[in-house]
C-alpha cells in the first residue's frame, strides 16, 4: 500500500500505542521499582489506591455507557477518550494495590471478582446515566475534584503513586475543560439548556460534601482535602455559565458510612452485575 | 479570462484526469453522475461505520478483563473517527452531514448489511475483527486508490487502523482458542453464525451488481464483488486452520486448477432481506441512532447559541 | 440555526515538518474546533501542532492556475452548493 508521505507523517508505523490508549500493555508497572518505601502503611496505601482506582473504573463505566449516544460525533470521540483514560488510571491504580497489600492480586481480580460492599468509590461516581447536562455537571464536579486531588499526590511519599498522579494530570486537566467548556455553552445556551445544566448541577451536588469527607485512611497517609481549589475553580465556571451552586442538603451516609466504606446506592449493584456477568460467568478462562 | 468550456471540453479533461490514473480534487469539474456516485459510495460507508459502532458497543460494558474493554472502547472509538472522515469527506462534493444524517435515520440511505446483525457474545468482538474487518480490508484497501482524492486519503488512515482492529480479534479468538473448553464453544458457535455473512458484504454477484462497470470506469471501484469475495475465502481459509475452527461450508475446497477455494452457495434470500430491512437488527439500528441524534439536538442547539452569542459580544 | 461551523484542520505530525490538510470537522465555536480536532485527528498525540481555519475563510485559486477546468461554482474551498439526490433504491455497499 503506497502511503503519501504526509499521512506517513501522521501515522507513523511505530506508533502503535496512538490507536489505542492504556492497551499496549500487559504490567503497567513492569520495569518500576514497586517496592513500599520505609514509613508508607502498605495496607493502608493499598487501600487508598482501590478507592482512587474504583472512583476511576465505576465512573468509566458511566461514560462508556455513553458510547454512541452522544449529542455529536466529535462528542462520541471525547467521551469515549475521557472514559480511556479513567480505565487507564484504574489499571495502574489497581496494579499498585495489588503490590503495595502483598496480595499480588491482578487489575481484573479486583475489577471482576470483588463484591459491591468491597468497592470504595464515591458515590458521586456510579450515579446512573441521566442527560448530557448531568454528564456534564458530574464530569465537571468529578475531574475538578480529581484534578486537585492529583495535584498534590504528585508529591506523595509513594513514588509510584505520585507517577500514576503526574500521568494523570495531563488528561484530567483535559476532562475539567472538556465539562467547563460545555458547562457554560449549556448554561449559556437556549433556555432548555441552562435548565438541563442547572438540573444536572443539582443531581450531582448532594454528593460532593462526600468527596471531601475524609476517611481513615486517607488521614494515615496524610491525604489533602483540596476542598477550596474545588470550590473556587466551580464557582469561576458556574458563574462563566450563569448557572448557580446548588443550595441542597448533602446526601446522608448509613450509619456514618458511605462509598468509601462500601456502602453504595442501589445503582451500584446493577453496574456491578453488567460489569462482571461475562468474567463470573467463565471461571478460569482468560481473555 | 476564462474561456467558456463546453460540457463535452470538461468531460474530456475529467476522462483524461482518470486515464492519467490521477486524482480527482475537491474543486475539479466531475459529471454529475460521478459526483452522486461518490457521495453515495462514501455516505454509505460512513453510515457503516457509525452504525458499526453499535453492534460491539454493545459489549463494551461487559467485557471480562479491563485490558480487552480498553481495547474494544479504543476500537469502537476509532469507528466514530472513521465515521467523521468520511463524512468530511462527502462533505467536499458539496453534500452536508446533517443531511446524510437525516437520510440514514430516515431509512433513506443504506449501511452495510453486516451490522444488521445481533451481537451474542463476547467472541462475537473476536470474529467481528477477524472476519468483518478483515472482509472491509480487502474492500477497502483498493479504495486507497480511489480516483477521489479525499476518499482516498481517509481511506489510507482508516486501513491503517482497520488492520489493528482485525489484529485485535484474532488474537481474542485465539487466545480464547487456547482456553477453556466453553471459550471454544463459544468462539466455533460465532465463527457459524458470523461466516456466511462476512461474505455478503461484498454485495450481490457481479451478474446482479448493476454499478460495477460504471463504477470501475471512473476507478472509484477497482475490483469486482466476486473477486474481492473469493480473496476473503482464500485468504479466510488457512487463518481458520491456525485459530483450530472449521469453517461452516461443505462446500469449502481448494480447487488446484483454479487456483482459489471453491465455496457453496450464498443465501441470497437473506441476503436480500436483510438489505430491504428485514434483517434481525435493521429496525433497532436505525432508531438506536435516530434516538441518540434527537437527543443531541438541544446540546447542539445549545452550542450553536452560545458562540452566536459570544460573538455579538465580541463586536 | 443549530447547524455547527464547518472547519478545516491542519496538523504537523513532527517538528520538522509543515502543517498538512488532514480533513474537516464542525464545531460550535473555534475553542471546540481545537478540541475536536485534537480528538479527532491526533488522538491527542502531544507534541503535535493543530491550526483550525472556518472553511469559509478559506480563498482558493482553482487547483492549477492556468488549468480552467474547474468547477464554476466560486472560491470557497471544499464546499459546493448542489446536493444531488440519491434513489431509495440504491443497493447496499
Known amino acids: ?287 | 479570462m476564462i474561456a467558456a468550456l463546453s460540457e463535452e471540453d470538461l468531460e474530456r479533461h475529467f476522462e483524461h484526469t482518470l486515464e492519467k490514473d490521477q486524482r480527482i480534487e475537491p474543486r475539479d469539474w466531475v459529471p454529475d453522475g460521478y459526483r452522486k456516485t461518490m457521495i453515495r459510495q462514501i455516505a454509505q460507508h460512513a453510515h457503516s461505520e457509525i452504525i458499526g459502532m453499535q453492534p460491539e458497543g454493545n459489549w463494551i460494558t461487559r467485557a471480562p478483563s479491563l485490558r480487552r474493554k480498553a481495547i474494544l472502547l479504543a476500537k469502537v472509538q476509532d469507528e466514530a473517527g472513521h465515521g467523521l472522515y468520511l463524512y468530511s469527506a462527502t462533505e467536499t462534493l458539496g453534500a452536508d452531514r446533517t443531511d446524510l444524517t437525516e437520510r440514514l435515520i430516515t431509512g433513506r440511505q443504506k449501511y452495510s448489511s453486516i451490522f444488521n446483525y445481533p451481537t451474542l457474545t463476547f467472541a462475537d468482538v473476536g470474529v467481528i475483527g477477524w472476519l468483518v474487518d478483515g472482509a472491509a480490508i480487502c474492500n477497502q484497501v483498493p479504495l486507497c486508490r480511489s480516483s477521489y482524492g479525499p476518499y482516498a486519503r481517509a481511506m489510507i488512515r482508516i486501513c491503517k487502523e482497520e488492520s489493528f482492529h482485525q489484529r485485535q480479534g484474532f488474537e481474542l479468538l485465539m487466545t480464547m482458542m487456547k482456553g477453556t473448553a466453553a471459550q471454544r464453544d463459544m468462539v466455533r458457535e460465532a465463527v457459524n453464525r458470523w461466516w456466511w455473512p462476512s461474505l455478503m458484504m461484498f454485495g450481490p454477484p457481479d451478474a446482479d451488481s448493476p454499478n460495477t462497470a460504471q463504477s470501475m470506469a471512473w476507478k472509484v471501484k477497482r475490483h469486482t464483488n466476486d473477486e474481492l469475495r473469493q480473496r476473503f475465502v482464500d485468504m479466510s481459509v488457512p487463518q481458520a486452520e491456525v485459530l483450530g475452527v472449521t469453517l461452516p461450508d461443505p462446500d469449502l475446497r481448494w480447487n488446484a486448477d483454479r487456483g482459489h477455494y471453491d465455496f457453496g452457495e450464498l443465501d441470497w434470500d437473506e441476503f436480500k432481506q436483510v438489505v430491504s430491512g428485514n434483517g434481525p437488527c435493521n429496525a433497532e439500528r436505525v432508531e438506536h441512532r435516530r434516538k441518540a441524534h434527537e437527543d443531541g439536538e438541544w446540546v447542539r442547539e445549545a452550542a450553536a447559541v452560545h458562540a452566536a452569542r459570544q460573538k455579538e459580544r465580541q463586536r | 440555526m443549530n447547524d455547527w461551523t464547518l472547519y478545516e484542520v491542519f496538523v504537523r505530525g513532527k517538528r520538522g515538518l509543515n502543517h498538512v490538510h488532514v480533513g474537516s470537522l464542525r464545531a460550535a465555536d473555534d475553542e471546540m474546533a481545537l478540541h475536536n480536532a485534537r480528538d479527532l485527528y491526533t488522538r491527542r498525540n502531544e507534541g503535535v501542532s493543530i491550526w483550525v481555519v472556518r472553511a469559509a475563510d478559506i480563498t482558493a485559486s482553482s487547483p492549477d492556475e492556468k488549468d480552467p477546468f474547474f468547477a464554476p461554482s466560486g472560491d470557497k474551498v471544499y464546499r459546493h452548493p448542489t446536493f444531488y439526490d440519491i434513489p431509495d433504491n440504491v443497493p447496499h455497499m
Open chain 1, 1 to 287: 500500500m503506497a502511503f503519501d508521505n504526509a499521512f506517513e507523517a501522521l501515522t507513523d508505523a511505530s506508533d502503535d500505542s496512538r490507536w489505542a490508549f492504556g492497551t499496549g500493555f500487559e504490567d503497567p508497572l513492569s520495569g518500576v521499582d514497586t517496592s513500599v518505601p520505609s514509613g508508607v502503611d502498605g495496607s493502608a496505601l493499598a487501600a487508598y489506591c482501590l478507592m482512587l482506582g474504583d472512583d476511576a473504573l465505576i465512573f468509566s463505566h458511566r461514560l462508556q455507557q455513553w458510547c454512541t449516544n452522544a449529542p455529536e460525533l466529535e462528542d462520541e470521540v471525547a467521551i469515549a477518550n475521557i472514559g480511556l483514560d479513567l480505565l487507564g488510571q484504574a489499571r495502574l491504580l489497581f496494579a499498585r494495590a495489588g503490590k503495595a497489600d502483598g496480595s499480588g492480586r491482578s487489575e481484573d481480580d479486583f475489577a471482576f471478582l470483588r463484591v459491591e460492599h468491597e468497592f470504595r468509590n464515591v458515590r458521586l461516581a456510579e450515579l446512573e446515566r441521566g442527560d448530557f447536562g448531568q454528564l456534564i455537571a458530574v464530569l465537571l464536579v468529578f475531574s475538578t475534584w480529581r484534578l486537585a486531588l492529583f495535584s498534590r499526590l504528585v508529591d506523595s511519599e509513594d513514588a509510584v503513586l505520585a507517577a500514576i498522579a503526574a500521568k494523570g494530570i495531563k488528561e484530567l486537566t483535559y476532562h475539567r475543560d472538556y465539562a467547563a467548556r460545555w458547562a457554560v455553552r449549556l448554561g449559556d445556551g437556549t433556555e432548555y439548556s441552562h435548565e438541563r445544566m442547572q438540573a444536572g448541577l443539582g443531581s450531582a451536588w448532594p454528593y460532593v460534601e462526600e468527596l471531601f469527607a475524609q476517611h481513615d485512611v486517607e488521614r494515615r497517609l496524610g491525604v489533602p482535602v483540596p476542598r477550596e481549589e474545588f470550590d473556587e475553580v466551580l464557582s469561576q465556571v458556574l458563574e462563566a455559565a450563569t448557572l448557580t451552586t446548588p443550595e441542597v442538603p448533602p446526601r446522608a451516609a448509613v450509619a456514618g458510612r458511605t462509598g468509601r466504606d462500601g456502602v453504595h446506592t442501589e445503582a451500584m449493584g446493577f453496574l456491578l452485575a453488567e460489569l462482571q456477568s461475562v468474567a463470573r460467568a467463565y471461571p478460569g478462562a482468560t481473555w
